[in-house]
């Protein structure tokens, strides 16, 4: 079965450091991994996929991820955080997006960037 | 472009009633949407998968009865809450993907808030 894991339920960090959102996954196959950033009372806004190809991928906002096979892993990345940047963040998986193009949602963390 | 909207964005409503949610997707085609259930500060849900013009397919637990989708066009799906609880309260999300979807990527509403007295 497929399962996300984002351990942190929530990140602090201060206004221009570098931030961090933590994901692991678990799929049979290949997996396609996606960040999606929820602000209150609002739906999900996609920021960034992994399909194939780099393992680096850049997204929305100056957010980036990347792959890790070997660790199953795909962390959310910033440079420099903005206060702006304070959400709810969730990772998803699917194992067979050009098919039912279901998506497994890991927990969500909340980040919350101090001035 | 790839908007998804939603209507309502919040409703209120008596128990025992029935309620009607909109998604639509407005700039472009989507032969498949989904239903999100969200708690407070919990992660989404999926309920189903809507194809245009087929039957929508319930993930496991969801009532089909209860929670009613309809998908009567490339731009329009429904979601009706029939007979409605106070447990069935939350936050109800859809989304969408193109017609042809190469990108992979969900396009998300805004949500719908569902209070049900």
């Known amino acids: 079965a497929q399962s996300v894991a984002q351990p942190e339920d929530q990140v602090n960090v201060a206004e221009g450091n570098p931030l961090t959102v933590k994901c692991t996954y678990s799929?049979?196959?290949?997996?396609?991994l996606f960040w999606y950033v929820q602000y209150p009372n609002r739906g999900l806004q996609f920021l960034l996929k992994?399909?194939?190809?780099?393992?680096l991928v850049k997204g929305s906002y100056g957010f980036e991820a990347e792959f890790n096979k070997s660790q199953t892993s795909f962390h959310l990345k910033k440079p420099s955080a903005l206060v702006s940047d304070s959400a709810l963040y969730f990772c998803?998986?699917?194992?067979?997006?050009?098919?039912?193009?279901?998506?497994?949602f890991g927990q969500g963390t909340t980040l919350q960037v101090k001035p | 472009g790839a908007v998804v909207s939603q209507h309502p964005s919040w409703v209120i409503c008596k128990s025992g009633t029935s309620v009607k949610i909109e998604c639509r997707s407005l700039?472009?085609?989507?032969?498949?949407m989904f239903w999100y259930r969200q708690f407070p500060k919990q992660s989404l849900m999926l309920m189903a998968t809507?194809?245009?013009?087929?039957?929508?397919?319930?993930e496991q637990g969801v009532e089909k009865d209860k929670f009613l989708i309809n998908h009567a066009s490339l731009t329009l799906s429904t979601l009706t809450v029939t007979s409605a609880h106070p447990e069935d309260s939350s936050f109800y999300i859809c989304?969408?993907?193109?017609?042809?979807?190469?990108?992979?990527?969900?396009?998300f509403g805004p949500g719908t808030r569902l209070t049900v007295t």
């Open positions: 989304s969408a993907r193109f017609t042809g979807e190469v990108l992979y990527e969900q396009y």
């Open positions: 799929v049979s196959g290949n997996p396609y």
């Open positions: 992994y399909i194939t190809g780099d393992n």
């Open positions: 998803a998986v699917s194992a067979s997006p050009s098919n039912t193009g279901k998506l497994i």
């Open positions: 700039d472009f085609q989507a032969t498949t």
């Open positions: 809507s194809n245009e013009g087929s039957k929508a397919t319930y």
